[in-house]
């Protein structure tokens, strides 16, 4: 098999995936209404009680919408992640997913550049919230946003193999809004997104841990380095080993032979 049928699987597959973007209108505006609201609301009511701080990794003083900005940003990333596996239930029900896995292409391929697609069309909407952002007083260095591209990319990734990997599961199309909020909020309030962790561990020991070991936590800070131009070399490594490993369970919970998908 030649490399353009890789090509034209990889772009059949991301051009499935900006269509159904686009005819869900409702879908990009509840990925923007959803971060605003906790931008503009959340951070309002707690500035009087945090007041001004100094908060890694800008190691001067900041107002705590700069600190939660990149972990909304991570929160766009989870839902979108979220949206792309229930279209993989919805998939697997009407037996369109079937029909892509019995293409001659590797199973692992086709995962792949579904995430790679899902991930690709969350990018443009953290940008879109990064701009509201601006006039919240989130305005990063320009090269920032340039290095957070890839970041997010790889991200998305992450969140969209977890995704992928937990709705192999689901038998039922009811039954995911369910269980994902099992996931979706644990992961986004257990993690540095709205606190720093010395924060955490002055609270409790345990909080600390959980939110220490959470993936979504290490995607976060590398969001929030990458923005303003630093580099997070701790945050980068578990992010690549997530990514790794969650394609791998991914795939591996896809197989047909097994019958972890039925």
């Not at 919805?90 to 079937?98: F, L, P």
């Not at 990997?165 to 992961?187: C, H, R, T, W, Y």
């Not at 929030?224 to 701790?234: A, D, I, T, V």
Request: glycine residues 6%; charged residues 10%.
């Amino acid at each position: 098999m030649n490399i353009s049928a890789w090509w034209q699987a990889f772009f059949g597959i991301l051009k499935r995936e900006l269509l159904r973007f686009v005819h869900q209108r409702t879908r990009f505006i509840s990925s923007l209404v959803r971060p605003f609201i906790w931008l503009a609301v959340f951070a309002a009511g707690f500035r009087a009680a945090l007041g001004i701080s100094i908060i890694e990794p800008y190691d001067t003083y900041i107002t705590y919408q700069v600190y939660i900005a990149p972990g909304l940003v991570a929160m766009v990333l989870l839902f979108n992640a979220m949206q792309s596996s229930l279209s993989m239930v919805y998939d697997r029900e009407m037996g369109s997913m079937r029909v892509l896995l019995m293409s001659p292409l590797p199973r692992w391929y086709l995962l792949l550049c579904k995430l790679t697609a899902s991930a690709l069309v969350s990018i443009p909407q953290a940008y879109a919230f990064l701009a509201i952002a601006w006039w919240f007083d989130v305005q990063p260095p320009a090269i920032g946003y340039l290095w957070l591209a890839p970041v997010l990319l790889v991200c998305g990734m992450v969140l969209g193999a977890l995704g992928l990997f937990i709705s192999s599961f689901i038998k039922q199309l009811e039954n995911f809004a369910g269980v994902m909020n099992f996931v979706i909020f644990p992961m986004f309030f257990l993690s540095s997104a709205l606190y720093p962790l010395w924060r955490m561990l002055e609270s409790s020991d345990w909080l600390y841990w959980l939110c220490s070991v959470n993936p979504f936590t290490f995607c976060v800070e590398l969001i929030r380095f990458s923005l303003y131009n630093q580099w997070n070399g701790e945050a980068a490594t578990v992010v690549t080993g997530c990514l790794i490993g969650f394609i791998a369970l991914a795939v591996w919970a896809f197989d047909p032979q097994r019958g972890a998908s039925r």
